[in-house]
């Protein structure tokens, strides 16, 4: 099955830096991979999400990037600002019987004013 | 539109105890999930459904049951609790399966055995 791996699992940032997220995934059948982000005590919400016929996607501030030759897929945050500190998640998800995302484990950003 | 609404928010229990957690979406997504989420080990599926009536297994489904008998709701239980089931249980909706639409998630509910 599926597995996804995220790195770093804690990352702290000056306000106005980037922010970069990698995740890494096994299954090659993949095709859907969406970002997640929680603030404290509150519900996982998306936040942008790409598919594999695509190689990058912005939204404002946030992009992602995949590489499918590597299986490997990316956030980036510009300009962080202190509304941005929360846990993010990566997912992936493929078609073919498997109607079920896996998540990484998470990643822990904390801009710091 | 409420979304979708998870039934507690809170809750202890004692080990051995039963309880169900109700998640109720009124979006008329086929597709709901119910997930665990624990320190350091992201989100955990447990069990989830592809439309009414239907269950299928995630990845940690041992020690829990799940019921799709309308479509709006998905239920999940809890025959005989552990103190190993102590977390935060999120349900999730979507249209259609996740690599077609994305997952709306409930408030959470979190759960305490003792």
């Known amino acids: 099955g599926e597995n996804v791996e995220q790195h770093p699992s804690t990352l702290s940032v000056q306000e106005g830096d980037s922010a970069v997220i990698k995740c890494t995934y096994s299954?090659?059948?993949?095709?859907?991979f969406p970002w997640y982000k929680q603030e404290l005590g509150k519900r996982p919400q998306l936040i942008i999400d790409?598919?594999?016929?695509?190689g990058e996607k912005k939204d404002q501030r946030i992009a992602v990037t995949l590489n499918k030759t590597a299986k490997h897929f990316s956030l980036h945050i510009t300009e962080t600002q202190p509304e941005d500190s929360a846990v993010y998640f990566c997912?992936?998800?493929?078609?073919?019987?498997?109607?079920?995302?896996?998540f990484g484990k998470g990643t822990k950003l904390t801009v710091n004013p | 539109n409420a979304g979708v609404t998870q039934t507690p928010k809170f809750r202890v229990l004692k080990t051995g105890q039963s309880m169900t957690l109700l998640c109720a979406q009124d979006?008329?997504?086929?597709?709901m999930y119910w997930y665990r989420q624990d320190p350091g080990m992201g989100l955990r599926l447990i069990h989830y459904?592809?439309?009414?009536?239907?269950?299928a297994k995630g990845e940690v489904p041992d020690g829990y049951n799940v019921s799709r008998l309308k479509k709006q709701n998905f239920l999940l239980g809890l025959e005989s609790a552990a103190p190993s089931q102590t977390s935060v249980y999120f349900c999730?909706?979507?249209?259609?399966?996740?690599?077609?639409?994305?997952?709306?998630f409930g408030d959470g509910t979190r759960l305490s055995i003792l």
């Open positions: 999730a909706s979507s249209y259609r399966g996740p690599s077609n639409q994305p997952q709306h």
């Open positions: 299954d090659s059948a993949s095709n859907y």
């Open positions: 790409i598919r594999s016929n695509v």
């Open positions: 997912a992936a998800s493929s078609q073919g019987g498997s109607e079920k995302l896996v």
């Open positions: 979006m008329n997504h086929e597709y």
């Open positions: 459904s592809v439309g009414e009536g239907t269950t």
